[in-house]
C-alpha cells in the first residue's frame, strides 16, 4: 500500500507537470505564456493572448492529463492489490498540484480547475457531472469564466460529501484542500468579481 501510494503521488504530479499553454508557446512561438495576458498558464489566458486553435488545444492536453493520472493510477493500484477510492482521490490531487506548480517549469502554472474537473471523470462520473454542470450554468449566465470556474471549484468538496462513501472522510478532505487550492489561485479573479471588473468571454 505505502509503495502505491508513493508511485501514484509521483507519477501523478509529473504528468500535472506536463502544461500545454507552456509547451505550446515556448516551443511554437517562443515565448513564455506566463509573459503574456493575464500572466496565468491555462485555457483562458490562451483564448485571449493566443486565439481558440492554442487554446482547445489546451483545453485538451490539460483535460486528457487528469484522466490519464488516475487511469494509471488505478493500473497501479490493481499491480499492488492496493485499489483503494483514496488512492484515486490523491491521484487528482497529486496532478493538480503538477499543474499549479509544475517542477519542469519552475513552479508556476495554471490554476487547476480543469484538470481538478477531468481527473473526477474516471473516480465518479456523478461528480463529474455536477462539477461540469455547475461551471457551465454560471458562465452561460455570466459569460465570465472565472465565475463558473471558482463555483465549481466550491461545488467540488459539496458533492464529495454527498456522497458520502461508506462514511470515508478522506476522500472528501482531500477535495477540500483541492478546492482550497484553487480558490486560492484565483484570489485575483474573485478580488475583480467583487469590483465588478472581471473579463467576460464575448466572442463565440
Known amino acids: 500500500m505505502f509503495l502505491s501510494i508513493i508511485l501514484i503521488s509521483i507519477v501523478s504530479y509529473l504528468i500535472g507537470c506536463i502544461n500545454t499553454s507552456l509547451i505550446i508557446t515556448k516551443v511554437f512561438k517562443k515565448r513564455d505564456i506566463r ?5 496565468n498558464a491555462g485555457f483562458t489566458n490562451a483564448l485571449r493572448t493566443l486565439g481558440k486553435k492554442t487554446a482547445v488545444i489546451t483545453f485538451a492536453g490539460d483535460f486528457i492529463k487528469g484522466i490519464l493520472a488516475v487511469w494509471i493510477s488505478l493500473i497501479i493500484s490493481n499491480l499492488f492489490n492496493s485499489y483503494s477510492l483514496n488512492l484515486l482521490y490523491l491521484s487528482s490531487f497529486m496532478c493538480v498540484l503538477g499543474h499549479i506548480f509544475p517542477c519542469f517549469f519552475n513552479f508556476r502554472g495554471g490554476k487547476g ?20 454542470s455547475v461551471f457551465l450554468i454560471l458562465f452561460l449566465l455570466s459569460k465570465i469564466i472565472s465565475l463558473g470556474s471558482v463555483c465549481a471549484a466550491i461545488s467540488y468538496p459539496v458533492s464529495v460529501f454527498f456522497m458520502k462513501y ?6 472528501f478532505v482531500i477535495s477540500v484542500i483541492t478546492c482550497s487550492i484553487v480558490i486560492f489561485r ?4 474573485i478580488k475583480r468579481l467583487l469590483s465588478g471588473t472581471e473579463k467576460k468571454i464575448t466572442k463565440k
Open 166 to 171: 461508506e462514511n470515508n472522510i478522506i476522500p
Open 35 to 39: 509573459e503574456m495576458g493575464s500572466g
Open 186 to 189: 484565483h484570489k485575483d479573479n
Open 113 to 132: 480547475i480543469l484538470t481538478a474537473w477531468s481527473s473526477t471523470l474516471l473516480i465518479d462520473l456523478r461528480v463529474f457531472v455536477i462539477l461540469i
